[in-house]
């Protein structure tokens, strides 16, 4: 089992820090394009929710990521410091009237390109499993 960690305080350009952190994945576990790119995409998406709607922009906040490779499997956990949502009851994107909405996407995203996503602790922690075989 291999294991990377990292923590980084809650504002936007912090990003770049986890895409460098993505990258280097990619590189040390010899990741192929197509996973990269979905974990990219699912990755970041769940770090930013937990940056702007966890922990409300407040730089005093941080969001984990730890990063998990077991068995044919790697899994991110993403952790904030906030109160937490209600993920059973979110709006469809898809649907005719939230089209327009810039937000809202984002868990949307995280379900279709993982292929499993858990939600703890009330919604500040979020797991995305992708399989690589």
């Known amino acids: ?6 923590q980084i305080p809650s504002l936007i350009d912090n ?3 986890i895409e460098s952190f993505i990258d280097n994945a990619k590189e040390k576990f010899y990741l192929d ?3 990269y790119g979905n974990i990219m995409i ?3 998406e769940s770090v930013n929710n937990a940056i702007t709607h966890g922990n409300k922009g407040n730089k005093d906040k941080n969001v984990s990521l730890t990063l998990v490779m077991d068995d044919g499997t790697i899994k991110f956990t993403i952790e904030d410091q906030g109160e937490g949502f209600n ?6 994107p898809t649907a005719p009237e939230n089209i327009e909405k810039p937000g ?3 868990i949307f995203l995280m379900r279709n390109l993982s292929d499993e996503v ?3 602790e ?3 922690k979020v797991e995305l499993t992708f399989y690589l075989n």
Request: charged residues 25%.
């Open 122 to 124: 009330n919604g500040k």
């Open 15 to 17: 990003i770049r820090i």
């Open 87 to 92: 993920y059973d009851n979110l709006p469809d």
């Open 42 to 44: 699912a990755v970041t």
């Open 104 to 106: 809202g996407r984002g």
């Open 118 to 120: 858990k939600f703890f």
């Open 33 to 35: 394009d197509d996973i």
């Open 1 to 6: 089992m291999n294991s990377l960690h990292i």
